[in-house]
Nanobody, 122 residues
Framework: LMCTAGVWGGLVQPWGSLRLSCAAS????????MSWFRQAPGKGIEWVST????????SYSDSVKARFTISRDKEKNTVILLLNNLKPEDTAVYYC???????????????WGKGTLVTVSS
């Protein structure tokens, strides 16, 4: 079972904005916390943000706090990441992931979506 990703990544200029979304299928969306990770060129995978099962709590890495916003739409089984004030260092492949636990560790993710490349460049 996989979290199928309907993301719209792409090229954006510095200080621009982008919206990523991930449509979950074939698992009970409401039973899973949803997270976003990213992998910059030549680097390891980095945790970006997590939203709890009920959407009542969110958390962010220090590098994206106050710029990115995670949300979830229970009607559409979709998790969304809004990226604002983008910087060149935000360039990475972004992945959505689902976990039955509250962990944000890679090894604890149960499902992964397809990655999408976000490039921030002028």
């Amino acid at each position: 079972l996989m979290c199928t990703a309907g993301v719209w990544g792409g090229l954006v200029q510095p200080w621009g904005s982008l919206r990523l979304s991930c449509a979950a299928s074939r698992f009970t969306f409401s039973s899973y916390a949803m997270s976003w990770f990213r992998q910059a060129p030549g680097k390891g995978i980095e945790w970006v943000s997590t939203i709890t099962r009920d959407g009542g709590s969110t958390s962010y890495s220090d590098s994206v706090k106050a710029r990115f916003t995670i949300s979830r739409d229970k009607e559409k089984n979709t998790v969304i990441l809004l990226l604002n004030n983008l910087k060149p260092e935000d360039t990475a492949v972004y992945y959505c992931a689902a976990a039955a636990s509250t962990s944000v560790l890679l090894r604890d993710m149960d499902y992964w979506g397809k990655g999408t490349l976000v490039t921030v460049s002028s």
